[in-house]
């Protein structure tokens, strides 16, 4: 905000090099939306695995609970399992539908407001020259408003289904885990581990393990 601010400061008394700041800050505005279109297409990617998992689950559920007739309060017993799952997708659905109409709404009220913002300037060029970079200003807005999500939700949905189709083992490290025992801390300790190891004459090497990658 500090930058868009500086540039609407600055002074210009050539109407050429106006117009040209003008049309630099809508080239600016093209590639910062593009951090709204990234998002929105992986919110978009993973509200709709999240809603193929609720219905999976749900459908599961139904088709126990016609098996078996009603649900116990334990959730070792196969059909609470389900219903568990199914209660989580629903919530993770929830959850990823109200961020993606949140953001949804940011970007509109982003664009309008640098729209306006640029449509400020307008009054500094001259008045022939003012026709068409309105035209310019409002064919941005309306080009940002309507880009297509598509290819990126694509994009993002592939990543995340090769995520759902990793197998992953017992023995495998958590990627969460992993990250947290490299910190500051652990490093230390482990390496205050070793040198007492040392002192104590424990000359073990440790083995190196490798984990599968997503």
Known sequence: ?????????TTWTD???????????????EREAAAFHESIG????????????????????????????STEDNLSTPENLILEGWRRERMYAHTLRSLYHNILETKKRFLYQRH?????????????????????????LQGLLSVGIEPFEANHRQELQQMLQH????????????????????????????HENEGHGNHEHPTNSSSSKE
């Open 1 to 9: 905000m500090l930058r868009i601010l500086r540039k609407l400061q």
């Open 15 to 29: 109407p050429s090099d106006i117009e040209e700041h003008i049309r630099q800050q809508v080239r600016d505005l």
């Open 116 to 140: 306006d913002m640029l449509q400020q300037q307008l009054v500094d060029l001259p008045a022939e020259r003012q026709p068409p970079i309105r035209a310019l200003l409002q064919n941005a």
């Open 167 to 194: 197998q992953p083992t017992f023995s495998e490290p958590n990627p969460e885990t992993a990250a947290a025992s490299n910190s500051p801390q652990d490093t230390a300790a482990h390496a205050g581990k070793r």
């Open 42 to 69: 992986l919110l978009r990617a993973a509200l709709s695995l999240a809603s193929e998992g609720e219905t999976f689950w749900r459908e599961q559920q139904q088709a126990v609970t016609e098996q078996e007739g």
